[in-house]
């Protein structure tokens, strides 16, 4: 498109620039807005007196003597036990992940090796499972969990997201594996090789920026999921999302908003570097099935 | 976030392929794993919505004393737990759950047709069922939030694609932020900054010249509010593909047209959106399938005194104090009969994508 942009109009470029700007205000400034606010008090933060006050922290310095107090993040993390939640969500995430690729990474090869007809019908019933609401399938899971004492405990959650998260990690890795060329599991095969040393020699050790790319978007589920998580956890075991919505229910009436607003923001951080390290193949996973299709 | 081009399946002369026995081992931890936590649970829950769970068997004994008679009613323990050990299930309740007053509302939505006197006031009347509010808010919010972002995204992956290389990565940094979040967190801090109290509601009532001006209090505003959130959150996925698209756009038709003296808005419109036309197909049947089961914002703008979704009554439903389990299954079943209509088309275009390469 560069041949365009010589010739561009500037009328043209004044309107892309400003709409740029106000995209970029809209997208990034109610993050900075609420980082930003999160070491302020409640007063500042939500302020009826002078908006201005969220910005200089005017209460905030009246109270602790200057203009930021990191008593909202005291508040979540050692009053409210966010340290816990944070903690289960790491443990969900890392099992998921792991769990989930493994899982995949062996059915995607399967998919992606076998010519058989049924491979388009087990996509497709991937495609159908994943177009299921999670929120929907929680009430058959609730009665058996019940039953047999399975609900409340990580990893009841961990493998209800393994298996949700299947549909997504069976695409993603079929079509990747498909790039892989099948002459180097096919001589491997004519070498002697079963198909599963095939895949042990030849395919783990260059599968890795596909599985890499797909479980960033497995951790992605794990992380952002609220639905099951809200549902078959005890309060105990609850990961940062839901323990985020507890908050909302307390903390209004209890005045303590501001630690559901750090709560917010460091739910947030690890997102913000995720992106920042693997933004190429977030966008090359979230791009990958639209392109070529 | 998800692939759903058609499946290329390995063409048959390309190899012997994995043999049946193998395939099997390989697939075996992965389709265990769907068939107990996805297939079952579904079946589970198509059960549970014919069923209902027991009353108590309730047996009336009469207490005769010196001063007459009393009867009262005592629950029959024994009874209740053979009945429940024998039908496990509960009661056989066939439709019943999904015509109630809590769903389908068949004798309400009769009722107030025959008593109505205009459409506005059965409108009005059917907006107070709880599933058809639902189903009004959700249905509004699926194809108003949809086309929006697909023309967002598209405006800004068209300036951002002019922008220099530098600032490109910066902006779709940037830009991944809003999807990225969990919906609950993203709510929460656009519902924070709408408080009454907070910078944009702030603004807002001083645009409106009304300081008691209040989003919580206002239905059109919740729902708007609610709209410009799925709008935000959604349109960077809209984005981040069309701007793939974009990097595509043949070269040489776009320069015959510009020699042939189309002007820009002609080349956009005649060359750029028929090359992006296929992304723009995907995009929108992913995003009314996602959108339809919008569920965080409504927790996260505690916005359900004015707008509910289907999601959201099924949430409530079972996070209550009474886990309302068949009233959640069944709503389940209309929401994933809702999905799979929604489905259709995507399945039709992945089986002639199919049947074209075989």
């Given at each position: 498109m560069s041949a365009i942009d010589r010739r561009k109009p500037v009328s043209l470029k004044v309107a892309s620039t400003i709409f740029i700007v106000v995209w970029f205000i809209v997208a990034a400034f109610p993050f900075f807005w609420t980082l930003w606010g999160s070491f302020k008090v409640e007063l500042d933060f939500f302020s009826i007196a002078d908006w201005t006050n969220a910005i200089t922290g005017k209460l905030t310095d009246e109270i602790y003597g200057r203009p930021f107090t990191g008593a909202g993040y005291y508040g979540a993390?050692?009053?409210?036990?966010?340290?816990?939640?944070?903690?289960?969500?790491?443990?969900?995430?890392?099992?998921?992940?792991?769990?989930?690729?493994?899982?995949?990474?062996?059915?995607?090869?399967?998919?992606?090796?076998?010519?058989?007809?049924?491979?388009?019908?087990?996509?497709?019933?991937?495609?159908?499972?994943?177009?299921?609401?999670?929120?929907?399938?929680?009430?058959?899971?609730?009665?058996?969990?019940?039953?047999?004492?399975?609900?409340?405990?990580?990893?009841?959650?961990?493998?209800?997201?393994?298996?949700?998260?299947?549909?997504?990690t069976l695409w993603?890795?079929?079509?990747?594996?498909?790039?892989?060329?099948?002459?180097?599991?096919?001589?491997?095969?004519?070498?002697?090789?079963?198909?599963?040393?095939?895949?042990?020699h030849v395919i783990i050790p260059v599968m890795w920026p596909g599985v890499i790319t797909t479980g960033l978007f497995s951790f992605l589920l794990a992380y952002n999921d609220f639905?099951?998580?809200?549902?078959?956890?005890?309060?105990?075991?609850?990961?940062?999302?839901?323990?985020?919505?507890?908050?909302?229910?307390?903390?209004?009436?209890?005045?303590?908003?501001?630690?559901?607003?750090?709560?917010?923001?460091?739910?947030?951080?690890?997102?913000f570097l995720l992106v920042m390290l693997f933004q190429r193949q977030i966008v090359s996973g979230l791009t990958a099935g639209a392109v070529k299709g | 976030m998800r692939p759903w081009g058609a499946p290329h399946t390995q063409s048959q002369n390309s190899g012997p392929g994995m043999k049946h026995r193998t395939f099997f081992w390989f697939f075996l931890p992965t389709a265990l794993a769907?068939?107990?936590?996805?297939?079952?649970?579904?079946?589970?829950?198509?059960?549970?919505?014919?069923?209902?769970?027991?009353?108590?068997?309730?047996v009336e004994t009469e207490n005769c004393g010196p001063f007459g008679c009393t009867t009262s009613v005592v629950i029959d323990q024994e009874a209740t737990e053979d009945l429940r050990a024998e039908q496990p299930l509960g009661r056989f309740a066939g439709l019943e759950i999904y015509l109630d007053r809590g769903h389908l509302a068949t004798a309400e939505v009769a009722n107030a047709w025959t008593s109505s006197s205009s459409i506005g006031e059965f409108m009005s009347a059917i907006g107070d069922l709880p599933f058809y509010r639902a189903m009004s808010f959700t249905l509004t919010y699926t194809f108003v939030v949809t086309p929006l972002l697909i023309a967002l995204g598209f405006v800004i992956a068209l300036a951002v694609n002019s922008l220099s290389q530098r600032i490109k990565g910066l902006m779709i940094f940037f830009s991944l932020l809003p999807m990225i979040v969990n919906p609950l967190v993203g709510s929460l801090i656009l519902f924070w900054m709408i408080d009454s109290r907070g910078v944009i509601g702030e603004l807002i009532q001083y645009l409106a010249g009304d300081p008691s001006l209040s989003l919580k209090?206002?239905?059109?505003?919740?729902?708007?509010?609610?709209?410009?959130?799925?709008?935000?959150?959604?349109?960077?996925?809209?984005?981040?593909?069309?701007y793939a698209g974009l990097q595509t756009v043949p070269q040489d038709t776009l320069e015959s047209a510009r020699i042939d003296g189309a002007t820009r808005w002609q080349q956009t419109r005649y060359v750029v959106i028929p090359h992006l036309m296929p992304l723009v197909t995907f995009v929108a049947l992913i995003q009314l399938m996602d959108n339809f089961r919008v569920f965080e914002p409504i927790v996260g703008f505690n916005a359900s005194a004015h707008a509910t979704s289907l999601s959201w009554i099924i949430y409530n439903d079972l996070g209550g104090e009474t886990n309302q389990l068949s009233a959640a299954a069944t709503t389940s079943v209309l929401t994933i009969i809702g999905v799979a209509i929604l489905l259709s088309p995507v399945l039709v275009r992945t089986w002639r994508d199919y049947r074209g390469k075989a």
């Open positions: 993390w050692v009053q409210e036990d966010f340290w816990r939640a944070a903690l289960n969500t790491g443990i969900v995430c890392f099992f998921v992940v792991c769990t989930s690729l493994t899982i995949g990474t062996l059915g995607g090869y399967a998919l992606s090796r076998s010519g058989h007809n049924y491979v388009f019908w087990l996509l497709i019933a991937a495609l159908i499972f994943r177009a299921m609401p999670p929120i929907t399938l929680v009430s058959g899971y609730l009665p058996p969990f019940f039953a047999w004492n399975l609900w409340g405990y990580l990893p009841t959650a961990i493998i209800v997201l393994v298996a949700i998260n299947q549909p997504f993603m890795l079929h079509s990747f594996f498909q790039k892989i060329p099948i002459d180097l599991d096919e001589s491997a095969k004519v070498d002697g090789c079963t198909q599963f040393q095939a895949f042990r639905a099951v998580t809200t549902m078959l956890l005890n309060e105990q075991n609850r990961t940062m999302v839901p323990k985020i919505a507890a908050f909302l229910g307390t903390t209004y009436t209890e005045g303590n908003v501001m630690f559901a607003v750090a709560a917010v923001v460091s739910a947030i951080v690890p997102l | 769907m068939l107990i936590f996805i297939a079952a649970p579904i079946v589970s829950v198509v059960l549970q919505s014919l069923f209902v769970p027991h009353e108590a068997v309730l209090a206002s239905t059109p505003l919740m729902w708007i509010a609610v709209i410009v959130y799925g709008v935000w959150h959604s349109a960077p996925f809209a984005f981040v593909v069309f």
